[in-house]
């Protein structure tokens, strides 16, 4: 089956420029997660959502950073007036129903993000 | 303090040794457990989830002691394929977060 999906999958863009990166999750998932990891670093959590509920924002960085997500499946990402230091991978995480005994993360490839 | 850490290595191990890594993590309310492995340049994937009575696939091994809120992967017979970069993750249904320790690099040398 198809696992999850990211697009796109690099973008270079120049400081100052909005960006939107998208997430498609694994069909039937509820829980969705953004993190993103600089080079040689560890994962940072960014934001969660879980199906209908208000998503767990706390994760971001600043208030350039927005996510939502339309009808519980696709999700979007939107980085405003990027800085060089906004420059990672963005990592998109889906996983089954919440409180489901062990819950396996399933990653997207990744957005390599490079701001100029 | 961070949620999860992990000693980030890097371990260089000769092809067939066996190679142990460790991971605490500080909230004692956490309730699952996983080793991801992520390749270079690519997203993590789950390696295995780490039982409360130990849990052993092929060749890796994983603990887990509540009690020091600690938990290991053992790799024997280690191969070339095994190189990677081994993350220590622990769920938390508080906030339904996983929190990732920032990885432990393995590679193994012909």
């Known amino acids: 089956g198809a696992g999850v999906s990211q697009s796109p999958s690099n973008k270079v863009t120049e400081k100052g420029k909005d960006v939107e990166l998208r997430c498609d999750p694994i069909?039937?998932?509820?829980?969705l997660y953004w993190y993103r990891q600089s080079l040689g670093q560890g994962l940072e959590f960014l934001i969660y959502?879980?199906?209908?509920?208000?998503?767990?924002k706390s994760g971001l960085p600043s208030d350039r950073f927005s996510a939502e997500r339309t009808g519980g499946s696709v999700s979007t990402l939107t980085i405003q007036r990027t800085q060089q230091e906004d420059s990672a991978v963005y990592l998109c995480?889906?996983?089954?129903?919440?409180?489901?005994?062990?819950?396996?993360?399933?990653f997207g490839p990744g957005t390599r993000l490079t701001v100029l | 303090r961070k949620e999860v850490e992990q000693d980030p290595g890097p371990f260089n191990v000769p092809e067939g040794a066996t190679v142990a890594f460790n991971c605490t993590y500080s909230?004692?309310?956490?309730?699952?457990f996983f080793w991801y492995r992520q390749d270079c340049r690519k997203e993590p994937k789950l390696l295995m989830s780490?039982?409360?009575s130990g849990n052993e696939d092929g060749r890796f091994t994983a603990q887990l002691n509540r009690a020091s809120q600690y938990i290991s992967l053992l790799i024997r017979d280690s191969k070339l394929s095994d190189s990677a970069t081994y993350l220590c993750?622990?769920?938390?249904?508080?906030?339904?977060?996983?929190?990732f320790g920032t990885g432990t690099s393995l590679t193994v040398i012909p």
């Open positions: 995480a889906s996983s089954p129903e919440a409180g489901a005994g062990f819950r396996e993360q399933f």
């Open positions: 069909s039937g998932h509820t829980a």
């Open positions: 959502f879980q199906g209908n509920s208000a998503p767990d």
């Open positions: 909230n004692s309310a956490s309730q699952s």
């Open positions: 780490v039982y409360s």
């Open positions: 993750v622990v769920y938390s249904n508080t906030g339904n977060q996983f929190y």
